[in-house]
């Protein structure tokens, strides 16, 4: 399971995500994208995901901070993506 957790803003490349998410499936067919967050997009990403054909492999819309603690601890990889950083030194 691939596990992304943050703000669904254009900056966190959400979208990106998604959109290579059939190469990620050439190399491990099981791979499943889990999406958790609120934020702006989520209209948007669903429908990037029904276009995509991905909707089998893409689960989205909890937020609980118990439901994020358990997919902590079962996820093949998280995700933490941004297109500006933060820090004022980088």
Not at 7 to 27: A, E, T, W, Y
Not at 50 to 64: E, I, R
């Given at each position: ?5 943050g ?5 966190k ?6 959109m290579?998410?059939p190469h ?5 067919p099981?791979a499943?994208l889990v999406?958790v967050g609120?934020g702006?997009?989520p209209e ?7 276009a995509?054909k991905?909707?089998?492999?893409v689960?989205?819309?909890l937020?609980?901070?118990q ?9 093949l990889a ?8 933060t820090?004022?030194s980088?």
């Amino acid at each position: 399971m691939i596990l992304f957790i943050g703000r669904l803003v254009g900056v966190k490349g959400v979208d990106k995500l998604i959109m290579s998410l059939p190469h990620i499936l050439q190399k491990n067919p099981k791979a499943k994208l889990v999406i958790v967050g609120l934020g702006d997009l989520p209209e948007y990403l669903t429908n990037l995901v029904k276009a995509t054909k991905m909707s089998d492999f893409v689960n989205s819309g909890l937020n609980s901070s118990q439901k994020k603690n358990a997919f902590y601890t079962t996820q093949l990889a998280t995700l933490l993506s941004s297109q500006v950083s933060t820090n004022p030194s980088e």
